[in-house]
């Protein structure tokens, strides 16, 4: 009895537990939102910055975007591994044959055709080609017409970097398209690239500094610009709380100023509508340091595949005005800093010339042949970018000089002495001797550049001793060879006196700033009003802006940079002009790090090296000579810019020169007379 007592007893417990279920499945599914369909697809906002501002209605509510006109046909199914033919990049090679151009062509299509032929990416056979590049950036009417190896577009990247050129009527296929500014709806991701859209006027090389004057807010300065029409801006001041969408606001307190012919503006945040043709303010918002806050974009952000915008860019959604003005207003000027300070590398590095542009589209794709091997994310957004990382040398941060810091790393205690001997004479025993006696030499490299036979023997060192035969040109010495099997060089001529202590204590400061020249002797740059040109002296003065490598550490990774990344004119000109080619390496380094050289001190005996003397000119020895100036103005018109950085810093050791015994100074020989 008590036994069916109990079963119905737990009978009637089960029946209660499965009705109170049926009763709380609806209340849950009323509280619960159903989730989207797996690859269902999603509206706006596309939100990259999660933490600043949140979605406050589904993506299902967006409006629909406005008609577009048509686009050309390509084929949707076409992806990397379906229409790109990576076996073509034979050895990892990767070239790039530029279609000719068959009449008149306009000025972007020339500076394309300039920006890739004096790069390391050309080559003028098809057949050796990885990728085919046809720009259809005409001047006016149509396109063009297909060129003769088109093959279905494989293997071939369209360009156009103004839309409103001429009208596409080329079938792509399977080529992939270099685009200004694509929408969304035709952009296919990981295959084709998206690019800025340029002014007509964009400079071809070199290009505009950023123009931020103030990384943190200044108090005068506005919060707010808007991006109008004809390339305005519509500016308010700090304490404004307008509204500045049209038809969502019911206040408007505060001045305004409306600058119409204004190309760049001075305000923190520079808010930048979802129309395309508004693309053009987010570049001139890049070069002003003014936060670019799109509102809801309906294109393509420029080489969205591997820069990481989130560092540099708000995306906001349009219908929220209240929530992002106060968000604005309530970001930390920590955050302020860090985007500012991002949107002006990323003008320098990527954006401010078309041949940057060009180039890092040619980077994308090369990374996507390396697959597995391509550069990590903080190679492209970070100091000095990708365009000067090249996947070559390595993809690895911590085998370049630039990454450390960041890294918490430092270079390895060792370096490597590559001694050039150039010209006919005795070889520099006593030099070998110095610098193999340094604690931190791991080998010596003799690079013998000369007519005459190297000598049989060499003196024993502690370090092994190697003997290369160069190709009698100067810029042999800045070759990567695989025989330097350390990160720092010790860059030295056979004329060369340096002691042991002064080798040793720059390899210290060089390790503390792996990224920079550490060299004994300097040489200082001018602009000369008189001669409308740059000149340089080695007048003893208290600024200075190149360091000699006939004495000076640096990594290797520049003698990489020195011979794959520098035009073919460049290092000619280094090889005709052998002081030139001094001036071509602090060039090179002041370009990639926007740094001065670092000086450490020599003894009285070393003599102060000077620009040579044309014969039959005389003057004052703080005036360069005509040979000189033609040097430095050359490669300042190859590099498009002037990069060299004057200093006033020298480093001593401690208790240098102090009235102290010498029995308490580690580096005891750097004050001998």
Not at 544 to 565: D, E, I, P, Q, V
Request: glycine letters at 6%; proline letters at 10%.
């Amino acid at each position: 009895m008590q036994s069916w007592r109990r079963k119905s007893l737990w009978l009637a417990l089960l029946a209660s537990w499965l009705l109170g279920l049926l009763g709380i499945f609806p209340l849950l599914r009323l509280a619960v939102p159903t989730r989207p369909r797996a690859g269902a697809p999603q509206g706006w906002p596309r939100w990259l910055d999660v933490e600043l501002l949140q979605s406050f209605s589904p993506p299902g509510e967006l409006p629909e975007d406005a008609p577009q006109p048509p686009q050309v046909s390509r084929s949707g199914s076409c992806n990397w591994g379906a229409c790109f033919d990576t076996s073509k990049c034979r050895d990892g090679s990767f070239k790039v044959f530029v279609y000719p151009a068959s009449g008149p062509i306009s000025e972007t299509q020339h500076q394309i055709l300039a920006s890739i032929e004096g790069s390391r990416y050309h080559t003028s056979s098809p057949s050796e080609a990885c990728l085919h590049l046809f720009s259809l950036d005409a001047s006016a009417g149509e396109c063009g017409l297909v060129p003769p190896k088109w093959n279905g577009g494989k293997n071939h990247l369209v360009v156009r970097l103004h839309p409103a050129s001429c009208s596409w009527t080329v079938q792509l296929g399977q080529a992939m398209v270099a685009e200004a500014s694509p929408t969304m709806d035709t952009f296919r991701p990981g295959f084709d690239v998206a690019l800025p859209l340029l002014p007509e006027a964009h400079p071809f090389r070199g290009g505009a500094p950023g123009r931020l004057q103030w990384h943190s807010p200044h108090p005068g300065m506005a919060l707010l610009a808007l991006a109008e029409e004809r390339s305005g801006w519509h500016i308010l001041g700090t304490n404004s709380s307008v509204c500045l969408w049209e038809g969502h606001c019911e206040q408007d307190h505060g001045p305004e100023q409306t600058h119409p012919g204004a190309m760049l503006p001075n305000a923190t945040f520079c808010l930048i509508p979802s129309r395309r043709g508004d693309a053009l303010h987010f570049l001139q918002a890049l070069q002003a340091g003014c936060i670019p806050v799109l509102l809801s974009p309906r294109w393509e952000l420029p080489f969205s595949e591997v820069i990481d915008w989130t560092k540099a860019v708000i995306v906001a959604d349009e219908r929220l005005p209240l929530q992002v003005l106060a968000a604005l207003q309530e970001m930390p000027p920590a955050r302020v800093l860090a985007l500012r300070q991002q949107t002006q590398f990323l003008w320098d590095t990527y954006f401010s010339s078309v041949e940057k542009v060009i180039h890092t589209a040619l980077e994308i794709i090369q990374d996507r042949i390396l697959g597995v091997s391509a550069r990590p994310s903080l190679l492209w957004n970070s100091p000095p970018g990708a365009l000067l990382a090249l996947p070559t040398f390595s993809t690895n941060p911590l085998d370049f000089p630039f990454y450390h810091l960041q890294l918490g790393s430092r270079p390895a205690g060792r370096f490597s002495a590559l001694i050039w001997v150039g010209a006919p004479g005795q070889p520099p025993l006593k030099l070998i001797q110095a610098v193999a006696d340094s604690q931190h030499c791991a080998q010596i490299l003799v690079l013998w550049s000369n007519d005459k036979s190297p000598p049989p023997r060499w003196p024993e060192t502690a370090v092994p001793l190697i003997v290369i035969e160069g190709h009698r040109k100067v810029s042999d010495r800045f070759f990567p060879y695989s025989a330097i099997s350390t990160d720092a060089i010790l860059s030295l001529d056979a004329h060369s006196s340096l002691s042991t202590s002064e080798v040793d204590f720059a390899f210290v400061v060089w390790r503390s700033f792996p990224e920079r020249m550490v060299g004994f002797r300097t040489w200082s740059h001018f602009w000369d009003e008189a001669q409308g040109g740059w000149g340089y002296t080695a007048e003893r003065v208290n600024e200075f802006s190149m360091a000699l490598t006939s004495a000076a550490f640096y990594h290797r990774y520049y003698h990489t940079l020195f011979t794959h990344s520098l035009p073919k004119a460049l290092r000619g000109l280094a090889d005709d002009a052998p002081t030139c080619v001094d001036v071509l390496m602090n060039f090179l380094v002041a370009a990639v790090t926007k740094l001065p050289p670092i000086k450490v001190p020599y003894g009285k005996r070393h003599q102060e090296a000077r620009p040579p003397e044309v014969p039959g000119v005389r003057g004052p020895m703080s005036a360069p000579q005509p040979a000189s100036r033609g040097c430095i103005n050359q490669m300042a018109a190859g590099f498009g810019h002037m990069p060299l950085v004057s200093s006033r810093l020298r480093l001593d050791p401690v208790l240098f020169k102090d009235p102290v015994s010498v029995l308490r100074k580690k580096y005891r020989s750097l004050e001998k007379p």
